[in-house]
């Protein structure tokens, strides 16, 4: 492992933070790998109890870009919800489990090595067919049968990104896409239709469209609290505003109550090539650690927040504007003292912030999404790019006016 990526780049007292301040960051096992000899041999051996054999499904809703422009915050919390409870409630029907806390649009769930190919396949048509029925917004979804490795209640690994990608960026509504791993486990008399995506070059092999199959007729959810993120009061109220949307008074209500509007940093780094996904996956571990470090001593705690850092990723929330394109300067200098890039996105507007069940915070609102658009879509690495609604509020000298489109949305950002 390069340099920058030694336990003498974080500050000393790091591994010894809490568990409800450092979130689901494995910092010991960060601890064991930075203090080991950083091979892959060691990164196996580091993993092996970790490993886990099954199905890794995961789900992603289309069109929620364009949406977000046409709707408010809390009606896009409504309307996303509406998917979730589906998934999570056939899923655990069949014996699957729910990965991570399901804070935005996409889902992960895991199944067993035991579940059979074909229920599972027949239940994700299942899915699809009552989401087609009863919800506002269709998602797409990838299905792969492999190996995974099951960290502080995430799925990592090279099987567990592509199928992720794969449904995050090669699904339209409605849509199944199964691996070549799942084809070999259905019986040779199965009596599902599929169409070979040759459009796709897969890691995981040869992707396949569900076209159709048999449907679980008799299978019932059998809970929809899928793993909130939300307050027991908010998600109270989220389940009644899904049945009074048209109640304007009632979405006043809400937003009175609940959103904030906040300057929202966005930091993606770069992480270093590796030959390994092991070796990688330590990476982006011990990234995700620097960048932990680098925000607790950064931040103004009386008036701004770190929302989570997962990877190589960092999301902050600012009352100020001007202190939140300092901390991203600072923090972009910070990363460069040690060789290492990153690119960062920043807007402000309405956001929900809430409290997970590990002591740290999730967000949802419209400049999420800007942000990450202006820096992860379009963004170059070295990089600082402000939004349109931050122009009023900062000096923008010396940042360039650029325009582009993404995911239908016509965006104008500054670069510098």
């Not at 301040?21 to 892959?40: C, F, R």
């Not at 789900?59 to 046409?70: N, P």
């Not at 087609?132 to 099987?159: N, R, V, W």
């Not at 582009?404 to 670069?415: D, K, Q």
Request: with cysteine; glycine share 8%; hydrophobic share 40%.
């Amino acid at each position: 492992m390069i340099e920058k990526l030694s336990k003498n780049r974080y500050s000393s007292n790091l591994f010894d933070v809490t568990q409800d301040i450092i979130g689901a960051l494995p910092l010991k096992l960060v601890e064991l790998w930075l203090s080991g000899e950083q091979t892959h041999d060691e990164a196996l051996k580091l993993l092996e109890s970790h490993k886990e054999r099954g199905f890794g499904v995961s789900s992603d809703s289309v069109g929620l870009t364009k949406l977000c422009q046409q709707k408010g915050l809390l009606e896009i919390l409504a309307v996303i919800n509406q998917p979730k409870k589906i998934l999570y409630g056939y899923g655990k029907a069949i014996g699957g489990e729910s990965i991570g806390i399901w804070a935005a649009d996409n889902t992960q769930m895991f199944y067993p090595d035991s579940i059979d190919a074909a229920k599972l396949v027949s239940t994700l048509l299942t899915i699809q067919d009552a989401i087609a029925t009863s919800c506002q917004i269709k998602i797409g979804i990838g299905a792969h049968y492999g190996d995974f490795y099951s960290i502080s209640g995430g799925l990592y690994g090279a099987e567990a990104d592509a199928i992720e990608e794969i449904a995050e960026n090669h699904t339209c509504g409605g849509e199944i896409l199964i691996s070549q791993a799942i084809c070999d486990r259905l019986p040779v008399n199965h009596n599902f239709t599929l169409e070979k995506r040759d459009d796709l070059n897969s890691a995981i092999g040869n992707i396949y469209r569900v076209l159709d199959g048999e449907r679980l007729l008799g299978l019932q959810p059998v809970d929809q609290r899928y793993p909130i993120p939300y307050s027991e009061d908010f998600y109270a109220d989220l389940l009644e505003y899904e049945t009074r949307l048209n109640d304007q008074d009632f979405a006043y209500t809400l937003v009175d109550k609940y959103i904030q509007n906040k300057v929202v940093v966005l930091i993606e780094s770069k992480n270093e090539v590796v030959e390994t996904h092991e070796v990688s996956i330590f990476n982006q571990l011990s990234f995700s650690a620097l960048m932990k470090d680098i925000g607790l001593r950064l931040l103004d705690k009386t008036s701004a927040a770190e929302i989570k850092v997962i990877s190589s990723l960092g999301i902050y929330a600012f009352d100020d504007a001007i202190a939140a394109v300092n901390f991203a300067k600072t923090f972009r200098q910070e990363l460069a003292k040690q060789n290492i890039t990153c690119r960062i996105g920043i807007d402000r507007g309405e956001v929900l912030i809430f409290n997970l069940p590990s002591g740290t915070r999730d967000i949802a609102g419209m400049p999420v999404n800007v942000a990450s658009k202006m820096a992860q879509d379009k963004g170059e690495f070295g990089k600082l790019y402000l939004s349109a609604a931050m122009r009023d509020l900062v000096d923008i000298s010396g940042f360039n006016e650029i325009n582009f489109g993404v995911s239908g949305v016509e965006i104008t950002a500054y670069e510098g």
